[in-house]
């Protein structure tokens, strides 16, 4: 089953190695966010690549808090319409999110780094 998240296809999660959690992503032709970025050579802005690690993020793992810091954060290389990519995720300690888009089937790494999240959603509303 696919979901659709700020317009990018998500697969269900898998096992990856390490630990890891994996989404296959696609990213679509009339993504939303490609208006304007750049017009005759569209390129995924990095707010829109965060956001897509925020939500599968909270695909996995609800609990999460409310977003609260980028750390470490690197664009590699520019994700375009039409690519096929992989979202590995892992929970550090507490809340943090590593995580590395990929491109698919390759170890190409397009774009990385750490998503931190506040104090737990759960933890607040049982207070």
Same mark, same amino acid.
């Given at each position: 089953?696919?979901?659709?998240?700020?317009?990018? =296809?998500? @697969?269900? $999660?898998?096992?990856?190695? /390490?630990?890891?959690?994996?989404?296959?992503?696609? =990213? $679509?032709? #009339?993504? #939303?966010?490609?208006?304007?970025?750049? $017009?005759?050579? $569209?390129?995924?802005?990095?707010? &829109?690549?965060?956001?897509? =690690?925020?939500?599968?993020?909270?695909?996995?793992w609800p609990d999460l808090g409310d977003a609260s810091a980028m750390v470490r954060l690197k664009f590699m290389q520019a994700?375009?319409?039409?690519?096929?990519?992989?979202?590995?995720?892992?929970? !550090?300690?507490?809340?943090?999110?590593?995580?590395?888009?990929?491109?698919?089937?390759?170890?190409? !790494?397009? &774009?990385?780094? =750490?998503?931190?999240?506040? !104090?737990?959603? /759960?933890?607040?509303? @049982?207070?």
């Open positions: 089953m696919l979901r659709r998240m700020h317009d990018f =296809v998500l @697969s269900e $999660p898998r096992e990856g190695t /390490h630990g890891r959690r994996v989404l296959d992503v696609s =990213v $679509p032709a #009339k993504l #939303k966010t490609l208006n304007g970025h750049f $017009p005759g050579d $569209p390129i995924v802005p990095g707010v &829109s690549q965060v956001l897509l =690690v925020e939500r599968g993020a909270r695909q996995l994700l375009r319409p039409g690519d096929d990519l992989e979202l590995r995720l892992s929970r !550090e300690k507490g809340s943090d999110v590593r995580f590395q888009i990929l491109r698919a089937g390759s170890d190409v !790494e397009c &774009s990385c780094g =750490v998503l931190r999240f506040g !104090e737990s959603r /759960h933890r607040r509303s @049982s207070r």
